[in-house]
């Protein structure tokens, strides 16, 4: 969902030598509201069974509230006018496989990246072969609306070309339903569609665009700081590592 060039390898070394010079922050127990579009496997789902939000994001959260000393309690939300309902204070936080980007941080703070994820374009089995020149020729795509995905789609076939839509889920049932020819969304999720839609869809090109997601805080909020710490630490220890290899195998 991304892009930005900053000085990663930069500032999480800093973050992460600060932290092993000191405990992390201490949030008091402080529960925290986290904004979430719920519809973004393997990041964030509803459980149908139990009703509860779960995904990646939701373990990274609480992997770094464990250090920091808080607790989230995700909040499902649209994705379009996510940001503007954090700026208004309606959330702590957004935790939503958001991609860095230029643009977003004009209004919001990120913490440094925990991810980063690659773009991929989902096609019906019988276009697996499908090329990227083929796809530049003339497929309709369809993506999330507000998304880096949506913003990729663009520059692929152009605006005329393409169909926005309120979730991922939405486009890929519009593939699956033939009104579109291909969607791009983010290439985990790319996955976990090939094996909600085993036989009928594939990701037949990945690797484009491969951009760092942050956590997303209103300007200036101080839990930026906490979460950076808090952040470093499950990548020192492994915590995170172990997170990306259950829900990816690798990344």
């Known amino acids: ?11 999480i070394g800093l973050t992460a030598l600060m932290t092993l010079g000191g405990q992390a922050a201490d949030l008091g127990g402080k529960v925290l509201k986290v904004g979430s579009d719920t519809t973004y496997p ?3 789902t509803v459980d149908e069974t139990t009703g509860e939000i779960v995904g990646f994001d939701v373990d990274v959260v609480d992997a770094i509230c464990e250090k920091i000393n808080c607790r989230a309690q995700f909040v499902t939300t649209a994705w379009d ?3 503007a309902a954090l700026v208004q204070g309606e959330f702590d936080m957004v935790a939503s496989g958001v991609s860095i980007t230029e643009e977003r941080d004009k209004i919001v703070d990120f913490t440094d990246p925990y991810l980063v994820m690659s773009q991929s374009i989902m096609v019906r089995v019988d276009d697996e072969n499908v090329t990227l020149d083929d796809v530049k020729a003339g497929m309709k795509l369809g993506a999330q609306t507000g998304t880096t995905n949506a913003q990729l789609a ?3 076939v152009g605006r005329a070309n393409m169909n926005v839509y309120d979730t991922g889920a939405a486009a890929i049932l519009a593939l ?28 037949a090109i990945n690797g484009l665009e491969s951009d760092p997601l942050g956590l997303v805080f209103p300007e200036g909020s101080e839990l930026v700081d906490a979460f950076n710490e808090g952040l470093a630490e499950i990548k020192a220890d492994g915590t995170l590592d172990a997170l990306i290899n259950e829900y990816f195998g690798k990344e």
């Open 81 to 83: 006018g996510i940001f």
């Open 42 to 44: 393997p990041m964030e």
């Open 176 to 203: 699956s339903n033939g009104d579109i020819d291909g969607v791009v969304v983010d290439g985990v999720s790319a996955t976990a569609y090939e094996q909600e839609f085993a036989g009928e869809l594939v990701p």
């Open 154 to 156: 663009e520059s692929l």
């Open 1 to 11: 969902m991304i892009k930005k060039s900053l000085g990663f390898a930069a500032s």
